[in-house]
């Protein structure tokens, strides 16, 4: 059984920091891509960032959303099969739900979301 396990989310201000983390089990991790995706209330799931998969090399080519550009992380360790979402700068409109996915030959999976509210 695939899973996907976010953690990492809460509140935090305006400026602050917070790294998610997406603990996978129940598939090779080291040859899926994986991203992460955020959905806010009365929008669309958008795309956050993305790595590809390297094997069982940590690492990847790297992707990201234009408003997270320059704010955010993603990068993975293949040994903890888990991928890390680093974000710095928090802005109150990245406040929504988090989403983890796995991705290899368009067969994805999905984890059940962790909560982002950057407020003072």
């Known amino acids: 059984q695939v899973q996907l396990v976010e953690s990492g989310g809460g509140l935090v201000q305006p400026g602050g920091s917070l790294r998610l983390s997406c603990a996978a089990s129940g598939i090779m991790f080291g040859i899926y891509d994986m991203g992460w995706y955020r959905q806010a209330p009365g929008k669309q799931r958008e795309l956050v960032a993305t790595?590809?998969?390297?094997?069982?090399?940590?690492?990847?080519?790297?992707t990201y959303g234009d408003s997270v550009k320059g704010r955010f992380t993603i990068f993975r360790d293949n040994a903890k099969n888990t991928v890390y979402l680093q974000m710095n700068s928090l802005k109150p409109e990245d406040t929504a739900v988090y989403y983890c996915?796995?991705?290899?030959?368009?067969?994805?999976?999905w984890g059940q979301g962790t909560q982002v509210t950057v407020s003072s």
């Open positions: 790595i590809t998969s390297n094997g069982i090399i940590s690492g990847g080519t790297t």
């Open positions: 996915n796995a991705n290899r030959n368009s067969r994805g999976y």
